[in-house]
């Protein structure tokens, strides 16, 4: 084979030296957390961090199945995404879906925590006729059925166990969730393009309200009793504020011990573990 002449030889080093001016900066630029987006813009990426409370549930971004939760891993951290709003589906045989649009933004990550509600709770009906004998009901389950019977104030108020955040419902029938440690920084879910709000009003209702508490271990889910029937709806409006049905009969309410829920609707008492 000939050999490569000088004027060839300088032709390559300087097309070598060309390729690595261009290409070392693409690299850090890519190294350090940038991409170029659809509008051929370079822009940092952010992250997609969504949580689920139950194992075997699948979790798709933009329709691609991104993975599966287990005992040992509640959710998916995606990494190096382009700012942009991802469509989230999250779901689980016998349970409602959850589907948001989150926007992800540049340099951060944007957390949410999916609301699986089951689509038929295990319940059993504890007595068919209020009026009748309750012997076969234990005391404190008597003690519920007597705060069931009790009339409803107009304004209602409730604590979550640690004390952190406050339901409350107004003389309209708004349902509002407000923040008490103010010495601590909202959570997410009171957050919405980058204004956070406490109080933040979860439920504008044309309808009487006629109970309302957080949902069993969760902070960010709260369960209300209106027209004929309980509902969870997750504090996080981002995306639209999904509400899920529990029950439906009708005229409940109901108390909730530990993960038990009671309802009384009519003269029925019903217990369902949630």
Same mark, same amino acid.
């Given at each position: 084979?000939?050999?490569?002449?000088?004027?060839?030889?300088?032709?390559?080093?300087?097309?070598?030296?060309? /390729?690595?001016?261009?290409?070392?900066?693409?690299?850090?630029?890519?190294?350090?957390?940038?991409?170029?987006? =659809?509008?051929?813009?370079?822009?940092?990426?952010? &992250?997609?961090?969504?949580?689920?409370?139950?194992? &075997? /549930? =699948?979790?798709?971004?933009?329709?691609?199945?991104?993975?599966?939760?287990?005992?040992?891993?509640? &959710?998916?951290?995606?990494? !190096?995404?382009?700012?942009?709003?991802?469509?989230?589906? +999250?779901?689980?045989?016998?349970?409602?879906?959850?589907?948001?649009?989150?926007?992800?933004?540049?340099?951060? +990550?944007?957390?949410?925590?999916?609301?699986?509600?089951?689509?038929?709770?295990?319940?059993?009906?504890?007595?068919?006729?209020?009026?009748?004998?309750?012997?076969?009901?234990?005391?404190?389950?008597?003690?519920?059925?007597?705060?069931?019977?009790?009339?409803?104030?107009?304004?209602?108020?409730?604590?979550?166990?640690?004390?952190?955040?406050?339901?409350? +419902?107004?003389?309209?029938?708004?349902?509002?969730?407000?923040?008490?440690?103010?010495?601590?920084?909202?959570?997410?879910?009171?957050?919405?393009?980058?204004?956070?709000?406490?109080?933040?009003?979860?439920?504008?209702?044309?309808?009487?309200?006629?109970?309302?508490?957080?949902?069993?271990?969760?902070?960010?889910?709260?369960?209300?009793?209106?027209?004929?029937?309980?509902?969870?709806?997750?504090?996080?409006?981002?995306?639209?504020?999904?509400?899920?049905?529990?029950?439906? &009969?009708? !005229?409940?309410?109901?108390?909730?011990?530990? =993960?038990?829920?009671?309802?009384?609707?009519?003269?029925?008492?019903?217990?369902?573990?949630?």
């Amino acid at each position: 084979m000939a050999p490569i002449n000088i004027r060839k030889r300088r032709i390559i080093l300087l097309t070598s030296i060309l /390729v690595f001016i261009i290409l070392v900066p693409l690299i850090t630029l890519y190294t350090s957390g940038y991409r170029i987006d =659809k509008n051929l813009h370079i822009r940092k990426t952010g &992250g997609l961090y969504i949580s689920a409370p139950l194992s &075997g /549930v =699948k979790i798709f971004v933009n329709e691609k199945n991104r993975g599966e939760t287990s005992f040992l891993q509640g &959710g998916i951290f995606l990494q !190096n995404l382009t700012p942009d709003t991802y469509s989230i589906l +999250v779901a689980k045989d016998d349970f409602w879906p959850w589907a948001k649009k989150l926007e992800v933004k540049e340099g951060l +990550v944007t957390e949410a925590k999916a609301m699986l509600i089951p689509k038929e709770p295990k319940g059993e009906i504890m007595l068919n006729n209020i009026s009748k004998d309750e012997g076969t009901l234990s005391v404190k389950e008597k003690e519920i059925l007597n705060k069931l019977l009790l009339p409803k104030d107009s304004l209602t108020l409730t604590v979550d166990k640690n004390r952190n955040q406050k339901i409350f +419902v107004d003389d309209s029938d708004n349902v509002w969730i407000e923040w008490l440690a103010l010495n601590s920084p909202l959570p997410y879910y009171f957050c919405n393009n980058q204004e956070c709000t406490t109080p933040l009003l979860i439920i504008d209702s044309m309808y009487n309200i006629r109970n309302a508490d957080f949902y069993p271990s969760r902070s960010d889910v709260l369960i209300v009793a209106v027209q004929n029937g309980i509902f969870a709806i997750e504090v996080d409006g981002r995306g639209g504020r999904l509400l899920q049905p529990i029950y439906k &009969g009708s !005229n409940p309410v109901f108390e909730l011990d530990d =993960k038990t829920l009671y309802i009384l609707d009519e003269k029925t008492l019903i217990k369902i573990n949630l």
